[in-house]
Structures are given as C-alpha cells and as structure tokens.
C-alpha cells in the first residue's frame, strides 16, 4: 500500500515567496493532519480535517498560512508570504478511525532564505 | 499541565540494558494511545499501540494504566539501532495529541 505522500521533499526560497507543500493522504482515511517540527518547538499541529471540512486551525500561526484539502486524496498547506521563521520540517499524517495510529509522510525540509 | 508529558531525555545506557519510558496524560476520555519513533531527520513511525491489558513485541513491551492515566514503553536488551527519539501519542475523540519525545541513546 502507498503511504502518504508528500511533495516536495525539499523547498528552498527566498524571504517573501509563496511556498506550497502537498499531501496524498492514504486511500480511505478521512483524517488529514498538517504538522511543522523544528528543535525549537518540537512538533506541533498546523491544522486538521475530516471528511475534507477543516476541523480545528488552531494552531496555524497566522493569516500567511492557509491549508485546503478540496478532495479525499488531496491537501495543500500555502504559505504567503514565507518567512526566515518559517523553516521547518512540514509532515502531513492521515487515518481512519478512532482507534487507529496516524501514519506520517516523509515530510517537506521547508528552508526560507 | 501539559495534555501530555513525558519526560525529555537524554537517556544513556549501554547496549544489553532495560530501558523504561513513562508518559503521563492529563484528559481521563482518552481512548487510543500509541508509542512512536523518530529518527533523526525522519518522519514519526509507529512502534506500537498500547492496550489496558499490555502488550508485547519482541523486545518491546508497552502498558497502560488508566487509573494513573500513564503509559509506560519497556526496552529490553536494547541494541545500538534503538538510539532515536520515543514520542507518546494520546487520542481522544478527535484529537490527537503528542508527548515532547524522549530521547534515547544506547552506547556500545
């Protein structure tokens, strides 16, 4: 079975530029989760959906992030404009069902210069 | 309180030795718990699910106690490949909730 998929695996950009990372969440699962890890912070969550329908962007840092997921099988996490701050690693993870463990994708290395 | 702490490391020990993590969770209506991995540089990767009765795999034993509300993840024998950063994951209806990590480091 394939994972979840993300895409890119590395973005380097410069101060000011749009960023957007995409996520291929596995087949049948109906919860989608952005996460960003750095050493500072650890991992923490952006935002999170089901069925599509975002549930709780609590976590997303301000008004220059915004994430979509216009599909069962597709998420975009944009962030305009990026920032030097924003460097990370940025995980999408997805499952299905209350009691089953999330499953991560390899992560996008999000570098802003 | 953190929803869910556990204790950040670093622990040291040499290969053959027992290793035990403990994670304490605050929100009683939890219902899943998991245990996962982390290598340097990588994505988080599930160890195992924990259960109310405990379970085991190979080397790997992890236990639940509600009454206490901790899970607890046990290393025996532990070897050079088991050095990486442990993170507890809490579930309740929707939420899903990650320890800090604990980070591990076996020497030889």
């Known amino acids: 079975d394939a994972g979840v998929i993300q895409s890119p695996r590395h973005e380097v950009t410069e101060m000011g530029q749009e960023v957007t990372l995409r996520c291929k969440p596995i087949?049948?699962?109906?919860?989608l989760f952005w996460y960003r890890q750095t050493m500072m912070r650890g991992l923490e969550l952006l935002i999170y959906?089901?069925?599509?329908?975002?549930?709780?962007d609590s976590g997303m840092p301000e008004d220059r992030f915004s994430a979509k997921m216009p599909n069962a099988s597709f998420s975009t996490l944009k962030i305009q404009p990026s920032e030097p701050r924003d460097s990370a690693v940025y995980f999408c993870?997805?499952?299905?069902?209350?009691?089953?463990?999330?499953?991560f994708g390899n992560g996008t290395r999000l570098t802003v210069t | 309180r953190k929803e869910v702490e556990q204790d950040p490391g670093p622990f040291n020990v040499p290969e053959g030795a027992t290793v035990a993590f403990n994670c304490t969770y605050s929100?009683?209506?939890?219902?899943?718990f998991f245990w996962y991995r982390q290598d340097c540089r990588k994505e988080p990767k599930l160890l195992m699910s924990?259960?109310?009765s405990g379970n085991e795999d190979g080397r790997f034993t992890a236990q639940l106690n509600r009454a206490s509300q901790y899970i607890s993840l046990l290393i025996r024998d532990s070897k050079l490949s088991d050095s990486a950063t442990y993170l507890c994951?809490?579930?309740?209806?929707?939420?899903?909730?990650f320890g800090t990590g604990t980070k591990l480091q076996v020497i030889p």
């Open positions: 994951v809490v579930k309740g209806y929707q939420k899903v909730t």
């Open positions: 959906f089901n069925n599509n329908v975002p549930i709780d």
């Open positions: 924990v259960y109310s």
């Open positions: 087949s049948g699962h109906d919860y």
């Open positions: 993870a997805s499952y299905r069902g209350l009691g089953s463990p999330l499953h």
């Open positions: 929100n009683s209506a939890s219902q899943s």
